[in-house]
Nanobody, 124 residues
Framework: QVQLVESGGGLVQAGASLRLSCAAS????????MGWFRQAPGKAREFVSS????????FYTDSVKGRFTISKTNGNNTMYLQMNSLKSEDTAVYYC?????????????????WGQGTQVTVSS
């Protein structure tokens, strides 16, 4: 079983920045896509961002475009989500995921591996 370990969540004020990290095994990190999803209370889990296995292609949901940046470092087997200009509506549990075919990277059901989730709370 491949393990993903998340870190970086916390409580911040609106307009602040936060960087999430997800450490994965080399085997998982290097194949297909990795992505970030979030889930707020009473809401379905939603796609936030994804990155291809090579790191050459990135995708974002409309609500975070221009504010969030996804990246990864092959040598450290780590994926990042840099979140700037945070808003109260960004408050959610954020999950990292790995192993989806790139063509299905926006769908949670296509990811076989998931992190434990990290809470991000943005206060007004």
């Amino acid at each position: 079983q491949v393990q993903l370990v998340e870190s970086g969540g916390g409580l911040v004020q609106a307009g602040a920045s936060l960087r999430l990290s997800c450490a994965a095994s080399e085997r998982t990190f290097s194949r297909d896509a990795m992505g970030w999803f979030r889930q707020a209370p009473g809401k379905a889990r939603e796609f936030v961002s994804s990155i291809s296995g090579s790191g050459g292609s990135t995708f974002y949901t409309d609500s975070v475009k221009g504010r969030f940046t996804i990246s990864k470092t092959n040598g450290n087997n780590t994926m990042y989500l840099q979140m700037n200009s945070l808003k109260s509506e960004d408050t959610a549990v954020y999950y990292c995921a790995a192993g989806a075919p790139i063509w299905y990277a926006k769908f949670p059901a296509r990811y076989p591996y998931w992190g434990q989730g990290t809470q991000v709370t943005v206060s007004s």
